[in-house]
């Protein structure tokens, strides 16, 4: 595996692990496991940041709950069938993990580089108070022929610049990832409530191919 084809997609998050793991899949015997980490925003409100991760990197055994760690790798997607539909599901995938003190003062607690291609023509809006925002899905190749969907989200000058974008325009994307709660309407009287995860864009640029 290239570092070329690793470079399009590289997250880093510091935060504080929220859960206990539970059990995700098993491939040629090697489970991987999910917990929620909770990493901090500027207005000290959390995000709620789901990992994927190896039982080769941790002992999964162990409930970790309150421990501050920093984690690496890509910010993975994969359509999950569920009532005739597919549902888009993305977690972190992690490549290296550490333990930290607690989160750093100051420090880029969440970072996210994404570079590949639109793959549905952007969405742009006014809030009723004006501001302009822009929905973006950006396609990520993996090695191997496959690719991870990601929804971004940009804002004013950036929300405009990307309103332009044709399908198929490569672009690269420097952001955070942010969690959101939303209420699922399931049937005309049951609702659930779920969390969307998207990378709030704070750059981006078009790239020449």
Not at 17 to 42: N, P, Q
Not at 57 to 62: E, M, R
Not at 78 to 91: A, F, G, T
Not at 141 to 151: F, L, T
């Amino acid at each position: 595996m290239s570092d070329k084809i690793i470079a399009n997609n590289q997250v880093t998050i510091m935060g504080e692990i929220a859960t206990g793991f539970t059990f995700s899949h098993e491939v040629f015997g090697e489970g991987f496991y999910m917990v929620d980490v909770l990493v901090k925003r500027l207005s000290n409100s959390d995000d709620r940041i789901p990992l994927m991760i190896s039982e080769r990197l941790i002992d999964v055994k162990q409930d970790y709950t309150g421990c501050y760690i920093m984690a690496s790798g890509q910010f993975r997607s994969y359509n999950r069938h569920e009532e005739q539909k597919n549902h888009l599901v993305l977690s972190v995938f992690v490549r290296e993990i550490e333990f930290i003190d607690e989160e750093l003062d100051g420090a880029k607690t969440n970072t996210i580089l994404l570079d590949g291609y639109i793959c549905k023509k952007p969405v742009y809006r006014k809030t009723p108070l004006g501001r302009e925002i822009a929905d973006l899905l950006l396609a990520v190749n993996r090695p191997y022929g496959k690719s991870d969907y990601i929804p971004c989200i940009c804002w004013g000058r950036n929300a405009r610049f990307a309103s332009g974008f044709e399908v198929g325009e490569h672009v690269q994307i420097l952001g955070r990832i942010q969690s959101r709660e939303y209420i699922k309407k399931i049937t005309e009287t049951e609702t659930e409530k779920r969390t969307a995860y998207e990378v709030s864009v704070s750059k981006l640029e078009c790239m020449e191919d």
